[in-house]
């Protein structure tokens, strides 16, 4: 029906615009279950801003000047990736997972030839949004292949592959068991400064 849609339009533009602010939102509704229904209604948004740490942007920089190439790789939005980059000033080359690689569906084994590949995608980018643990994995792999040294930093459950298979993985303060288990660096203090 048209009211439905005008809310869909509506709720679309809302979080379009929000995540262009680097706001994250996110959808309440309510099941409407009259006259035997069984269907969602829209009830509003919930936003949720997660700037980046006071030094994270400093920590950037001074990686950059001792060589080391910083990337993004989140699961956030896309529009709030590039939000995100713009405020970090880590270049405007943020891409969506949708090129990315994937592990087989039933091998779980990662694709043949995977930096030649994917190597001139993963250099040129500056950060990758809207991924899984595996795509995450999988850029780690394909640099490494490609024979770059490869740090990663995490803190969830979701990181932990990753922060395995790099060759310095590290857990930031905060992070779940399962990310501090997988990295060979725990950090207990806020921030990325003491990395650099």
């Known amino acids: 029906n048209e009211s439905e849609k ?23 509704a309510k099941m409407d279950l009259k006259d ?11 936003t949720f801003l997660d700037p980046p740490r006071p030094d994270t942007k400093q920590t950037i920089i001074d990686a950059n000047k001792f060589g080391v190439n910083v990337k993004m790789i989140t699961g956030d939005h896309l529009l709030i990736a590039k939000q995100t980059a713009s405020v970090l000033s880590m270049g405007d080359k943020i891409f969506g997972s949708e090129n990315l690689p994937m592990l087989d569906p039933e091998t779980k084994q990662k694709p043949a030839n995977l930096g030649k590949t994917y190597g001139n995608l993963c250099l040129a980018a500056d950060g ?14 394909t640099l490494r292949e490609l024979g770059y040294s490869v740090g990663m930093t995490g803190d969830g459950v979701n990181d932990a592959p990753a922060l395995k298979r790099a060759d310095v993985g590290i857990a930031v303060a905060g992070s779940t068991d399962a990310a501090r288990a997988a990295a060979a660096i725990i950090l207990t203090e806020e921030g990325l400064s003491t990395i650099i």
């Not at 035997?36 to 919930?46: I, T």
């Not at 990758?128 to 792999?141: R, Y």
């Open 6 to 28: 005008a809310v869909i339009e509506q709720v679309e533009a809302d979080v379009t615009k929000f995540g262009e602010m680097g706001i994250r939102s996110m959808g309440v």
């Open 36 to 46: 035997g229904k069984n269907e969602w209604k829209m009830m509003g948004l919930l």
């Open 128 to 141: 990758f949004a809207q991924v899984f643990p595996e795509h995450k994995f999988l850029i780690v792999e």
